[in-house]
């Protein structure tokens, strides 16, 4: 079976525009989770969404916002954006709500704002 | 304070040497979970274990409930160990949080 799967890989973007990332979970995986890891730090949890409804939200500002698809794959969209954004963006599928079960992470979207 | 703290921050080592990584968290918790990402982003789950002990091959990974305390140990180790080693608290509102991950480097 495919792993978790992201794109794109890379994303160069200008402050104030606005950036959609992409995410497959593994077949059979209903929790889609989604990361920013800024260089040198851990992930920090942005959100999570299980049977397309969102189960949980980081302390992120409404420029980041989320969906997820009936086919349970997921976008994360991020407007206006600002030199911080600049980020590895982690997503995780897990088979249910995500905090018992295992997470399966994707190789991630770099994103650099310029 | 970080809910979640690692030590050590960096760790090096000589092939064969048995490693040793720190986990504190302060939250409440339904599971941890330890990660290794490699250079370039790519995150593996290792472990994900709520009381006791558990192992793959020459990682084991311990957690005390009571002192909220975990550690990951890797016997033998070899320079493909090398990675950054994380560890992540999954709390009761269904998010992790992570630590900020040891990164360890194993010489031939």
């Known amino acids: 079976d495919a792993g978790v799967t992201q794109s794109p890989t890379h994303l160069i973007k200008t402050r104030g525009q606005h950036v959609t990332l992409r995410c497959s979970p593994i077949s059979g995986h209903k929790s889609v989770s989604w990361y920013q890891q800024v260089l040198g730090q851990g992930p920090q949890f942005i959100f999570q969404y299980y049977e397309k409804e969102e189960r949980g939200r980081g302390n992120f500002p409404d420029r980041f916002s989320a969906r997820q698809f009936p086919n349970y794959s997921s976008e994360l969209n991020v407007n206006a954006l600002l030199l911080g954004d600049s980020a590895l963006y982690l997503c995780?599928?897990?088979?249910?709500?995500?905090?018992?079960?295992?997470?399966?992470f994707g190789p991630g979207t770099r994103l650099t704002v310029t | 304070k970080n809910e979640v703290e690692q030590s050590p921050q960096n760790l090096t080592a000589q092939e064969g040497e048995f490693i040793t990584i720190n986990c504190s968290y302060s939250v409440g918790i339904s599971a941890l979970h330890w990660l290794q990402q490699h250079p370039g982003g790519g995150i593996v789950s290792l472990f994900m274990?709520?009381?006791g002990k558990k192992k793959h091959g020459r990682l084991i990974a311990t957690i005390n409930i009571q002192e909220k305390h975990s550690s990951l140990h890797i016997t033998a180790s070899h320079p493909r160990d090398s990675a950054v080693y994380i560890c992540a608290a999954a709390d009761y509102t269904d998010k992790l949080i992570f630590g900020t991950g040891t990164r360890l480097q194993v010489f031939p």
């Open positions: 274990l709520s009381s």
């Open positions: 995780a599928s897990s088979r249910q709500g995500g905090r018992t079960y295992e997470q399966y």
